[in-house]
């Protein structure tokens, strides 16, 4: 079976600031990546969000931000094949739009998803909605396996024990 490994996508991280210090330097070091590509809808039509992307993306990193159409259609398209892609997204609806355009994703992490109303804690630094748990159902019925981890040195726990 193709997974998206084989399209150059070596991580799907959920991580509401996106590109940040930890994503920046420790993940994209310990993953090689040679891309960052932020697939959000928003954010493609953010001209200051995407200013403090292009910002915040290391030296000699490329960078995509597409919105989940894009993203889907491009890494069909073999366009990543050979690169090592660190996919970043802000929230667990936008892998259910990825899944839905037929990506073969089989593994994401979890990262930060920031405290507020109507969201309950369920790890330090992550907290969902009755919508993201729907979400990550929907994953966990797709065939993916969800991991929390916020740094690479960290060990991976399983996301959806987090959720019960």
């Known amino acids: 079976m193709m997974s998206i490994a ?20 420790m993940w994209t070091n310990s993953l090689q990546a040679s891309r960052i590509m932020v697939v959000d809808d928003d954010v493609v039509n953010n001209k200051i969000e995407k200013m403090a992307l292009k910002t915040a993306v290391p030296m000699g990193i490329k960078l995509s931000i597409l919105t989940a159409k894009g993203a889907a259609k ?14 970043l997204v802000k929230k667990p609806q936008t892998l ?13 992490v979890v990262g930060n998803m920031s405290s507020r109303e109507g969201r309950r804690s369920v790890k330090k630094s992550v907290a969902v909605s009755q ?6 159902n929907y ?21 959806m024990n987090l959720l019960k």
Do not use: C, W
Request: net charge negative.
């Open 6 to 25: 084989d399209k150059g996508i070596k991580n799907i991280r959920i991580d509401e600031r996106l590109i940040h210090g930890q994503v920046a330097t």
């Open 74 to 87: 491009r890494i069909l398209e073999d366009r990543y094949i050979g690169q090592k892609v660190f996919l």
């Open 96 to 108: 259910v739009e990825l899944i839905d355009y037929d990506l073969p994703i089989n593994k994401i």
């Open 131 to 136: 919508d993201d748990v729907e979400a990550f």
């Open 139 to 159: 994953l966990k019925t797709a065939g993916v396996q969800i991991v929390a981890q916020m740094v690479p040195s960290e060990p991976e726990v399983d996301f």
